[in-house]
C-alpha cells in the first residue's frame, strides 16, 4: 500500500481516489476539539495533515530530526493537488509548495 488517508475520525482509507479523497476533505465542515483534521501518509513516511482553514502540515512521521512544516493555502483545490502530488510520491512537488510561498 504506497498511501493512505486518515479521516476526522481517524479511520484509515488506503490508497482513496481522488472523489474519495474530496470527500474526506469535506468532513472538515463539521470538526470539533477532538476530532479536526485529515491526513494522507505515503509509504516514504511523508504525510501531509490538513485543517479546517486549508492549513498543511507537512512532516516525514519516520524521522524526527525533520521539523514539520506549516503552510496555509488559497484554494481547496490547491490542497487537493498537493494531497494528490503525495499519493504519487511527488515529493519534491510537495517540497516546492514551501519554497514558492
Given at each position: 500500500?504506497?498511501?493512505?488517508?486518515?479521516?476526522?475520525?481517524g479511520?484509515?482509507i488506503?490508497?482513496?481516489?481522488?472523489?474519495?479523497?474530496?470527500?474526506?476533505?469535506?468532513?472538515?465542515?463539521?470538526?470539533?476539539?477532538?476530532?479536526?483534521?485529515?491526513?494522507?501518509?505515503?509509504?516514504?513516511?511523508?504525510?501531509?495533515?490538513?485543517?479546517?482553514?486549508?492549513?498543511?502540515?507537512?512532516?516525514?512521521?519516520?524521522?524526527?530530526?525533520?521539523?514539520?512544516?506549516?503552510?496555509?493555502?488559497?484554494?481547496?483545490?490547491?490542497?487537493?493537488?498537493?494531497?494528490?502530488?503525495?499519493?504519487?510520491?511527488?515529493?519534491?512537488?510537495?517540497?516546492?509548495?514551501?519554497?514558492?510561498?
Open positions: 500500500m504506497p498511501y493512505f488517508m486518515n479521516n476526522t475520525m479511520e484509515s488506503d490508497e482513496p481516489t481522488e472523489a474519495e479523497i474530496r470527500e474526506i476533505l469535506s468532513e472538515l465542515q463539521n470538526t470539533d476539539a477532538e476530532h479536526f483534521d485529515v491526513s494522507l501518509v505515503h509509504e516514504s513516511g511523508w504525510s501531509l495533515s490538513v485543517y479546517q482553514d486549508r492549513t498543511l502540515v507537512w512532516e516525514n512521521v519516520n524521522d524526527e530530526d525533520i521539523q514539520p512544516r506549516e503552510l496555509t493555502l488559497e484554494s481547496w483545490q490547491g490542497v487537493v493537488d498537493a494531497l494528490l502530488k503525495l499519493s504519487r510520491g511527488e515529493i519534491s512537488a510537495v517540497n516546492s509548495l514551501w519554497q514558492e510561498s
